[in-house]
């Protein structure tokens, strides 16, 4: 048992209270399966980039726990709208702090409300474009260790689900690059998914989440299990589009290195 502010928190009762609310969702369903090991991994994600940064034990417990929680929207959302894309349904990140905190649904898993706000407006920010303004440090902290989880995550859940078959793709040679997605990429900057057209803007949208990282020990992660060389290698590209993609591993794997230098 861990003591967050003299009141008992249980990692093992808030993966027992996770596993009871995903029990109410079809846990054969291969969506449902998906983001529930997203889920665990995550959590577990925060937890080594609390460590690693050198936060408390507290706060360490706390990013724990928002990360077993930035999604538990998703659940619902699949169930009522049968599809995972915010721009179809909802925002799953709102929909979700809504869930906890409106419903009360928070309660199940921290008994103390100290920390509700903290835990809110991280998960609010874990999918934004950017972090929202006037969050004080702890607010802000957590938000960028979740954002970073995630991002990690999902270049793990990319490349184990096969890119072509995440990104539903059937025509791969002829998909494009859009200029200005690929010009963004080079100059180092995120890549709106409002502004993706095709399977490649895509991947490239995928690859440009390194540029929006926020701690030392996320490149390292990016380092040790080369995800770029990775992504690029599975993508079966023709059209004129190979020497653009090369020249992306180029630029992504030289900003790692340069951000991941002091490791």
């Known amino acids: 048992m861990y003591k967050v502010n003299m009141k008992t928190f249980s990692i093992e009762e808030a993966e027992k209270e996770f596993s009871k609310y995903t029990d109410n969702y079809n846990n054969e369903n291969p969506l449902i399966k998906l983001k529930i ?18 936060m408390d034990q507290e706060n ?47 309660r199940n ?70 200029e200005k997605i690929y010009t963004d990429f080079m100059n180092y900057k995120s890549i709106s998914n409002k502004e993706t057209k095709t399977y490649l803007d895509r991947c490239l949208l995928t690859m440009a989440l390194i540029f929006d990282l926020n701690f030392d020990c996320s490149y390292k992660v990016m380092l040790e299990k080369d995800y770029i060389n990775q992504f690029i290698d599975t993508i079966d590209c023709k059209n004129g589009n190979y020497e653009k993609l090369e020249e992306v591993r180029n630029c992504a794997n030289g900003y790692i290195l340069r951000k991941s230098k002091n490791l």
């Open 37 to 54: 090991d997203h889920t665990y991994r995550v959590a577990c994600m925060s937890k080594y980039i609390a460590e690693q940064i050198g």
């Open 60 to 106: 360490v417990e706390l990013a724990w726990l928002i990360g077993l929680l930035h999604d538990i929207g998703r659940f619902e959302q699949l169930k009522r709208y049968n599809t995972f894309h915010d721009s179809k349904s909802l925002d799953h990140a709102m929909f979700g702090s809504e869930l906890l905190f409106n419903e009360g649904l928070i």
């Open 109 to 178: 898993y921290i008994e103390d409300d100290k920390y509700d706000i903290v835990i809110k407006k991280a998960i609010e920010n874990h999918n934004k474009y950017s972090i929202e303004e006037g969050l004080n440090e702890q607010e802000l902290l957590h938000s960028r260790i979740i954002r970073d989880a995630d991002k990690l995550d999902i270049y793990y859940t990319v490349l184990d689900t096969g890119v072509k078959t995440f990104y539903n793709s059937n025509d791969v040679d002829d998909s494009k690059m859009t």
